[in-house]
C-alpha cells in the first residue's frame, strides 16, 4: 500500500479540465518536492511535472501541477484521446530515507 | 542522444540471483545520481534503490535491503543491481533512471525479471 495516495481512475471527455489528486503526510509531500509522471500504455514512465509545477521542455502547457500542505494536484486541461495513460506522483520521504511513488491514476478519455 | 539501456533480465528461480545493467550515453555519467525503478506486472512504480555520483551515498527500499546490491563504474558509464536471494514477489519490470535534482529524467526501456516459485 503506497503512502501516497491517488485515486485508482479519472476520465474526461476531449477537451475537459481533469484534475488527480495526491495525498501524502509531513514526511514527505508536507516537506519536500512533488514530481509527476506519466506512462503511456506499454512505454517507460515520462517525467510530466518536477519541484511542484515546473514542466520538462516538451510538455505541452496543458499539464499544470500544484501543491499545498501535504496534498498535491496534477490538472490536465484541454483533454486529448492521447493523454489516456497511468499517471504517477512522487515525493522523497524522510521518514523513510526513499522515495515514494502513488499508486497510479489511470485516465480514460471517454 | 541522451540514452539508458538495461540488459540482464530474464527468468530465475526463487533463491537464485542475477544481476543486470544499465549502460548510459549522450550525458556525463559520472555527474548523475542513478535509480532502479520497477514495476510489477499490472501494478504501480516501486522504487528500489538509489546510488550517487562516487557510490559513497547509497539507499534501498525496505522490501529489498538487504537482498539487493546497486553498483556504478563512471568508465563503463553503468550502473548495476545485483539480486540475490530473489522472490517471486521481485517478478517484474525494472527500470534504470538517471535522477536530476530529485527528478527522475531519463528512464531505459526497462528489462523483465521474472522469478519463478
Known amino acids: 500500500q503506497s503512502v501516497l495516495t491517488q485515486p485508482p481512475s479519472a476520465s474526461g471527455t476531449p477537451g475537459q479540465r481533469v484534475t488527480i489528486s495526491c495525498s501524502g503526510s509531513?514526511?514527505?509531500?508536507?516537506?519536500?518536492?512533488v514530481f509527476w509522471y506519466q506512462q503511456l500504455p506499454g512505454t517507460a514512465p515520462k517525467l510530466l511535472i518536477y519541484?511542484?509545477?515546473q514542466r520538462p521542455s516538451g510538455v505541452p502547457d496543458r499539464f499544470s501541477g500544484s501543491k499545498s500542505g501535504t496534498s498535491a494536484s496534477l490538472a490536465i486541461s484541454g483533454l486529448r484521446s492521447e493523454d489516456e495513460a497511468d499517471y504517477y506522483c512522487?515525493?522523497?520521504?524522510?521518514?523513510?530515507?526513499?522515495?515514494?511513488f502513488g499508486g497510479g491514476t489511470k485516465l480514460t478519455v471517454l | 542522444e541522451v540514452q539508458l539501456v538495461e540488459s540482464g533480465g530474464g527468468l530465475v528461480k526463487s533463491g537464485e540471483s542475477l544481476r543486470i545493467s544499465c549502460a548510459a550515453s549522450?550525458?556525463?555519467?559520472?555527474?548523475?545520481?542513478m535509480n532502479w525503478v520497477r514495476q510489477a506486472p499490472g501494478k504501480g512504480l516501486e522504487w528500489v534503490s538509489s546510488?550517487?555520483?562516487?557510490?559513497?551515498?547509497?539507499v534501498y527500499s525496505d522490501s529489498v535491503k538487504g537482498r539487493f546490491t546497486i553498483s556504478r563504474d563512471n568508465v563503463k558509464n553503468s550502473v548495476y543491481l545485483q539480486m540475490n536471494n530473489l522472490r517471486a514477489e521481485d517478478t517484474a519490470v525494472y527500470y534504470c533512471?538517471?535522477?536530476?535534482?530529485?527528478?527522475?529524467?531519463?528512464w531505459g526501456q526497462g528489462t523483465m525479471v521474472t522469478v519463478s516459485s
Open positions: 533512471t538517471r535522477e536530476d535534482g530529485e527528478a527522475f529524467d531519463v
Open positions: 549522450g550525458f556525463t555519467f559520472s555527474s548523475y545520481v
Open positions: 546510488i550517487n555520483i562516487n557510490s559513497r551515498y547509497i
Open positions: 509531513s514526511s514527505n509531500i508536507g516537506i519536500k518536492d
Open positions: 519541484k511542484n509545477n
Open positions: 512522487a515525493a522523497w520521504d524522510g521518514r523513510l530515507s526513499g522515495r515514494l
